[in-house]
């Protein structure tokens, strides 16, 4: 059975950082796309970055403006989002998600990804 375990989320102040953790079981995330996005309340969700773990190209969204960083651990079968500079903004829970493949351009799309976690809240006060 296939599980994504997210971790790291919290409440911080403006301008203070968070770790995310999507953590896989049941699946080998190794050679396929892991994505993270969020959703804020009234929101549609929003893509927020995604990995090709094979080729290691990375992917953000606009409003990231080099705040974020997604990195992955494959001994852990772990992906990590690293959040810097977090704005009120940000506030949102945070879902990673992961499919076989998908071709680079429908990285931001939800309906790209097979497997969901069941989030992790963050939320940023100013």
């Known amino acids: 059975q296939v599980q994504l375990v997210e971790s790291g989320g919290g409440s911080v102040q403006a301008g203070g950082s968070l770790r995310l953790s999507c953590a896989a079981s049941g699946y080998n995330v190794s050679r396929n796309y892991v994505g993270w996005f969020r959703q804020a309340p009234g929101k549609e969700r929003e893509a927020v970055a995604a990995i090709n773990r094979s080729g290691g190209s990375t992917f953000y969204g606009d409003f990231v403006k080099g705040r974020f960083t997604i990195s992955q651990d494959n001994a852990k079968n772990t992906v990590y989002l690293q959040m810097d500079s977090l704005k009120p903004e940000d506030t949102a829970m945070y879902y990673c998600?992961?499919?076989?493949?998908?071709?680079?351009?429908?990285?931001?799309?939800?309906?790209?990804?097979?497997?969901w976690g069941q989030g992790t809240q963050v939320t940023v006060s100013s």
């Open positions: 998600a992961a499919v076989s493949f998908l071709f680079a351009y429908m990285w931001s799309r939800p309906g790209s990804y097979a497997y």
